[in-house]
Nanobody, 126 residues
Framework: QVQLVESGGGLVQAGGSLRLSCAAS????????MGWFRQAPGKEREFVAA????????NYADSVKGRFSISRDIAKNTVYLQMNSLQPDDTAVYYC???????????????????WGQGTQVTVSS
């Protein structure tokens, strides 16, 4: 069973930046699409970004396009989420997730992901 450990969350002022990291255990990191989701208090979990297992395709929620960037380092088994121009609406717990099956396409549906991290809190003050 893969373990996903997020880090990098914290408190930042509006307009600031944070970089989240998600370290995955195991040796099959490059075989899986990875995604980031977030959940704000009282709201459903929502898709943020995903990177295809090939590393060549990324997709983003409309709300973060142009501000957030997902990337990965295969050598470190780590996926990143660079978040710029943060706004109070970005406040949420951010979760890293791994696709349920190897070599699967990127998806914005949480059901397509079978392994989840514990989450890291991001708070953006106005």
């Amino acid at each position: 069973q893969v373990q996903l450990v997020e880090s990098g969350g914290g408190l930042v002022q509006a307009g600031g930046s944070l970089r989240l990291s998600c370290a995955a255990s195991g040796r099959s990191f490059s075989m899986y699409t990875m995604g980031w989701f977030r959940q704000a208090p009282g709201k459903e979990r929502e898709f943020v970004a995903a990177i295809h297992w090939t590393g060549g395709i990324t997709n983003y929620a409309d709300s973060v396009k142009g501000r957030f960037s997902i990337s990965r380092d295969i050598a470190k088994n780590t996926v990143y989420l660079q978040m710029n121009s943060l706004q109070p609406d970005d406040t949420a717990v951010y979760y890293c997730a791994r696709g349920s099956l190897p070599y699967s396409s990127g998806s914005d549906r949480s059901a397509a992901y079978g392994s989840w991290g514990q989450g890291t809190q991001v708070t953006v003050s106005s």
